[in-house]
T-cell receptor, first 110, second 117 residues
């Protein structure tokens, strides 16, 4: 069975600072990893994914994620945070099915 | 529209009633998924369709839950004898035809918020 851990329920970052949202995973076989963002009263929006290839994946809205096989991590990053980045972020791993973490609420402080 | 659509956006019902939730996937997407998201949790898988057939229904919590996709496009999630614990946001997602080994991105609808009183 696969699983995802997002160790931080809440992350606060000052506007303009770099941000990191952490994710670790467990899956048998090749890891297929995804990040989604959820704004209030809206569905999940796809940000980026790792399937194979370069460990640094670039996605929407300036986000990127670094795949680290030895640490089984797939942390989401952005060099300079915007207030509009404030939302709920979910990491997910695809094994037999897409399994999500519990989410991290990111708040960007003006 | 270009995205996944779900109706209704909100549904309030009484305990014991029957409800139907509808999902209209992205045109051309043969894979369709239903998830349930409770407050403070990530989405949890319910059922997966490839075409008209349910390829994996292992996430359905009990036999009160059922889903159909008769023509391989629109899907309906049906809940009989609703209970207060069924209250949640029900999300639908679709993806392009799967390759043999590599999963494709799932694109989500806005969800249906179900409240059982």
């Amino acid at each position: 069975a696969q699983s995802v851990a997002q160790p931080e329920d809440q992350v606060n970052v000052a506007e303009g600072n770099p941000l990191t949202v952490k994710c670790t995973y467990s899956v048998s076989g090749n890891p297929y990893l995804f990040w989604y963002v959820q704004y209030p009263n809206r569905g999940l929006q796809f940000l980026l994914k790792y399937i194979t290839g370069d460990n640094l994946v670039k996605g929407s809205y300036g986000f990127e994620a670094e795949f680290n096989k030895s640490q089984t991590s797939f942390h989401l990053k952005k060099p300079s945070a915007l207030v509009s980045d404030s939302a709920l972020y979910f990491c997910a791993v695809m094994g037999e099915k897409l399994t999500f973490g519990t989410g991290t609420r990111l708040t960007i402080i003006p | 529209g270009a995205g996944v659509s779900q109706t209704p956006s909100n549904k309030v019902t009484e305990k014991g009633k029957y409800v139907e939730l509808r999902c209209d996937p992205i045109s051309g997407h043969t894979a369709l998924y239903w998830y349930r998201q409770s407050l403070g949790q990530g989405p949890e898988f319910l059922i997966y369709f490839q075409g008209t057939g349910a390829a994996d229904d292992s996430g359905l919590p009990n036999d009160r839950f059922f889903a159909v996709r008769p023509e391989g496009s629109v899907s309906t999630l049906k809940i009989q004898r609703t209970e207060r614990g069924d209250s949640a946001v029900y999300l639908c997602a679709s993806s392009a035809p799967l390759t043999r080994a590599i999963p494709d991105t799932q694109y989500f609808g806005p969800g249906t918020r179900l409240t059982v009183l």
